[in-house]
């Protein structure tokens, strides 16, 4: 198999020289050879590599005022584990959720799975992910009501990571949690200590029962597959005494730092196409966010990358509390109605205020955070263009090889 250390075409402005897609074709039917694939995982490698060719169609933008063409553009998966595809569901995200951030500060807690059970996730991917994020929203929500805590409901947002920057498996719940709580009876509203949520220890004891008991619960009811019921036993015992891992990073300044961080992480996937650096007979070689480079077999990397495809149809990115859907116009108005006015900022403002993002349609929000206007003619500048599709002669060798 002939290997090149960078994609056969030339990089195109902005683009990587070596993107995940050529990796995929490049050591899958080795993959395949050497192991099974599920039905998702398939439908996954074969949305990644063919995603912007010409195998998926594609357009052009016509300007009607100056009658400039654009260079051919072929369409995306729209696949949420692409690394090429996950700009326009940011910030349609971001631009859905920007009303229900409230002007104060926020906390960013991080709850990990032991080690021991990350075989058991594995084999249950879907109920163990959804155990995950029922008991650590409930830890979270339980502290908040406790009257000698905060004594009102949170408002918790969710997001379920399952990597590390070398790609192995590490599921963990980043929860992004207001720093106070609307008081029971909707009257007050009780800020939290700006340098201190909860003591950790407590979280971590009280997430450790939760997620236990509800797996022994689930195993029970043979939802959940154990394999051999004493092994398992025999686990959770050990479990019980362990000290489980919760990790309060450092408060967000605000609403601002909470727009920031949700635009560039609720989305992230596995691995980006800018941090792969060579492919070659040895392998793939990629880079850590400390500047790490590794290597690993085309085979390992992908059973590596595959291991963090999500079942389908599951909500990776999920809301408690006061920002859950159940009270976006009621508690959660009573709150930002209760927070000081000069604080708060106003739901009508214009891209240009203090808050840009804030009344920004998903068009400004790509504008704002990248600085590339989707929607304007790239030679006279005016709002003016049309899609055309492309013709199917106008495909050209991008499209993947044939099998």
Known sequence: MALCARSPEPAQEGRPSLELADVVRAFRPVHEQQHALTLAERAVLDA?????????????????????VSDPSYDSCHNRHCPKCPAVAQAKWIAGRLERVLPIHYFHVVFTLPAQLRGLALANPRIVYDLLFRCASATLLQLGVDPKRCGGELGVTAVLHT??????????????????????????????????????????RLFRGKMLDALTRAARSGTLRIGDPTRFAALVAGLHRKSWNVYCKRPFGGAAQVITYLG?????????????LAMDQRGVTFRTKSGEHITLDGV??????LRHILPPGFTKIRHYGLVSASHATGRLETARQLLPAKSAPNPTASPSS????????????IRILTGIEIDCCRCCGRRALERRPLPRSAFDARAPPAA
């Open 48 to 68: 990644v590599a063919r995603c912007r060719t010409a195998a998926l169609g594609g357009h052009v933008n016509v300007c009607l005022d100056c009658g400039f």
């Open 163 to 204: 990597w590390t920057q070398k790609l192995e498996y590490h599921p963990h719940l980043h929860c992004i949690v207001t720093g106070g709580a609307l008081s029971p009876d909707g009257s007050r509203w009780i800020s939290a200590r700006r340098d201190f949520l909860f003591p950790v220890h407590v979280m971590g």
């Open 264 to 276: 560039q992480y609720t989305h992230r996937v596995a691995i980006s196409n800018h941090r792969l």
């Open 300 to 305: 390992a990397f992908l059973m590596r990358w």
């Open 354 to 365: 203090s808050n840009p993002l804030r009344a920004a349609k998903w068009r400004e929000v």
